[in-house]
C-alpha cells in the first residue's frame, strides 16, 4: 500500500448508511476519477435499476428502523406518523436537490461525477458572496466532518444496541420457553452491567475492522443483510397479531419529547450520502429520480407502519429498540440474536466510511515500512472511541436520537437547501423557492439546536433500569 494510494483526495464522501461492499465508497469514486475513463453509459459493472433500487432500501434500513416505535410514542400517535409522513417528503426532496446541483456542476465542469463533498465546495464557489468564494474549500472539509460524526455514531449505536439485546436475551435465557403467547411475569436472572457487555464486543469488533478488502467483506454484508431480513419478517409478523385497543395512546405527545421524536427520525432518514454513489452507479442514470422517490416511498412506509404498529402493540412499555419488546420465548430470543448478528457485521461496513476519510491522513505521514502498523493502530483507536463513547451514553435511545440530531440533522435537512441557494442563486431564483429552502434549513438547525439539547437533558437524568420482564412484552 504506497503514501500516493492513501492521500486525502483518494477518499472522498460517498455514503453514510448502510451500503453493501460490492458497491463500495473507494471503488465507486475510483470508476468515477478523473481520469476520463469512466463511461456514464453501459459501463460493465454499472447496476441496473433494480439492483439500485435494491441498495437504496438496503441503505435505509438499520437499527434507526427498529427505534421509530418510540419515536412514535415521543411525538403521539396520530402526531408521529403524520410527522414521519412529512419528514420522508422533506428529506427525499433534499435528496433531489442534492442529485440536482451535483448534475448541474458535471455538466458546468465537464466532470463525470463529484461527490457530496465537491458538490457543496463547487456550490460555495458559485455563490454571490467573494467571503464563501474564497473559503468553498470548506465546504468539503463540513461534509467530511459531519459524515465522519454521523458514521462513528452509528458505531455507537451498534455498541449500545448488541450489548442490551444480548444482555437482555442471557438475562432471560432460564425462563426462556417455547411458550411465545403467555403472560406470565418472570424475574430476570441478573448479570453484569451492559457497560461490559460492550468491552466484550469490543476486541472482536477490532479484529473485524482489519479486514480492508472489501471482497472478504462483501460475505459478512450477505450474512447481515439476510440475518436482519429474517429478523423484520418475524418482528412484523408478531406486531400485527391482536393489537392492543389504542385509545388509551395520546394522540399528541408531550412538546418536552417532540425533540426526541425528530433525532430519531433524521437519524433514520439520514441516507443522503449513498444517493450519489449509487446514481453514478447505474447503467442509465437517466432512471434515478424515479428509482429515488419509489425506494424513499417505500422506506417510508415501512417506518411509518413499524413505527406505529410497534407503539400500538407496545403501548408506552415500547423500548429504544422494539426487538427488546419481544416475547421471552426461544423463537424471538432468536430473532434478537439474528439481528444482533447482521448489526456486528454492518459495524465494519459503517466503519469503513470514517476510516477511509481518517486513516489515509495519518498513513500519509509515516516511512512506507509503518504504514500498516500505523492503519491497523489508527482503526483500533477509532474503533475504541466509539465503545468509550457508547459507554458514557449506554441509552439506546438517546444515542439515536443524539447522533441524529447532531449530525444527520446537517447532512439530511441544512446543508442541501443552503447548496440549492448557493448554486442557482446567481443565474436567478423564484423568491418562492429561496424561501422554501430557507424554511427546510431552518427546521432542520432548530431540530439540531433543540433536539441536541433535550438527549443531553435527558442523558444527564438518572433512570430507573426495570428488573422485571413479562414473557409476552420484555421489560414491561
Not at 450477505?222 to 429478523?231: D, G, P, Q, T
Not at 453514478?280 to 416511498?297: C, E, H, Q, T
Not at 412506509?301 to 429498540?321: D, M, R
Not at 466510511?353 to 500498516?372: Q, Y
Request: glycine fraction near 6%; include cysteine; proline fraction near 5%.
Amino acid at each position: 500500500m504506497s503514501t500516493q494510494r492513501l492521500r486525502n483526495e483518494d477518499y472522498r464522501d460517498y455514503s453514510s448508511t448502510d451500503v453493501s461492499p460490492e458497491e463500495s465508497p473507494s471503488e465507486t469514486l475510483n470508476n468515477f476519477s478523473s481520469s476520463g475513463s469512466y463511461q456514464r453509459f453501459g459501463e460493465s459493472n454499472s447496476t441496473t435499476w433494480f439492483q439500485t433500487l435494491i441498495h437504496l432500501l438496503k441503505g435505509n434500513i438499520g437499527t434507526g428502523l427498529l427505534g421509530l416505535p418510540l419515536a412514535v410514542k415521543n411525538a403521539g400517535i396520530l402526531m408521529g406518523p403524520l410527522s414521519l409522513l412529512v419528514m420522508g417528503l422533506v428529506a427525499v426532496h433534499c435528496m433531489g436537490i442534492l442529485v440536482k446541483c451535483a448534475h448541474h456542476f458535471c455538466h458546468r465542469l465537464n466532470k463525470p461525477f463529484v461527490d457530496y463533498g465537491d458538490t457543496v465546495m463547487y456550490g460555495l464557489e458559485a455563490s454571490p458572496s467573494s467571503w464563501l468564494r474564497n473559503h468553498a474549500h470548506w465546504g468539503r472539509h463540513i461534509v467530511d466532518f459531519f459524515l465522519i460524526v454521523t458514521q462513528l455514531g452509528f458505531c455507537c449505536v451498534y455498541f449500545v444496541f448488541l450489548a442490551d439485546n444480548f444482555k437482555q436475551v442471557i438475562e432471560a435465557a432460564n425462563v426462556t420457553t417455547n411458550n411465545c403467547h403467555s403472560n406470565e411475569t418472570v424475574i430476570l436472572t441478573p448479570t453484569m452491567d451492559s457497560r461490559l457487555y460492550m468491552l466484550t464486543f469490543l476486541p472482536f469488533l477490532v479484529l473485524l475492522v482489519f479486514i480492508r478488502n472489501l471482497r472478504v467483506l462483501s460475505i459478512f454484508s450477505l450474512l447481515a443483510n439476510i440475518s436482519m431480513l429474517v429478523s423484520l419478517v418475524m418482528i412484523y409478523q408478531f406486531i400485527v397479531q391482536e393489537i392492543p385497543d389504542p385509545t388509551h395512546l395520546p394522540l399528541v405527545a408531550s412538546w418536552k419529547t417532540y425533540p426526541l421524536f425528530f433525532g430519531t427520525a433524521i437519524f433514520a432518514f439520514e441516507g443522503i450520502g449513498m444517493v450519489l454513489p449509487l446514481e453514478n452507479k447505474m447503467k442509465d442514470p437517466r432512471k434515478f429520480s424515479l428509482i429515488l422517490y419509489v425506494g424513499m416511498a417505500i422506506v417510508t412506509a415501512l417506518y411509518i407502519s413499524l413505527g406505529s404498529l410497534g407503539y400500538l402493540q407496545f403501548g408506552a412499555n415500547i423500548q429504544g429498540s422494539i426487538t427488546l419488546n419481544l416475547p421471552n420465548c426461544w423463537l424471538y430470543q432468536s430473532v434478537k440474536l439474528l439481528y444482533s448478528i447482521g448489526i456486528f457485521f454492518t459495524y465494519a461496513l459503517q466503519f469503513y466510511v470514517p476510516a477511509e476519510i481518517i486513516v489515509p491522513f495519518f498513513v500519509a505521514r509515516v516511512p512506507e515500512h509503518c504504514e500498516l502498523l500505523i492503519d491497523l493502530s489508527v482503526r483500533t483507536m477509532l474503533v475504541c472511541l466509539t465503545c468509550i463513547l457508547a459507554i458514557l451514553i449506554p441509552r439506546l435511545d438517546l444515542v439515536i436520537s443524539l447522533v441524529g440530531s447532531v449530525s444527520s440533522s446537517a447532512l439530511a435537512l441544512i446543508i442541501p437547501p443552503l447548496l440549492e441557494i448557493a448554486t442557482y442563486y446567481s443565474e436567478g431564483m423564484s423568491p418562492l423557492t429561496i424561501i422554501k429552502d430557507a424554511l427546510i434549513s431552518i427546521l432542520g438547525f432548530v431540530g439540531f439546536v433543540v433536539g441536541t439539547c433535550v438527549a443531553i437533558y435527558e442523558l444527564i437524568q438518572p433512570s430507573n433500569a426495570p428488573i422485571f420482564i413479562n414473557s409476552t412484552s420484555a421489560f414491561a
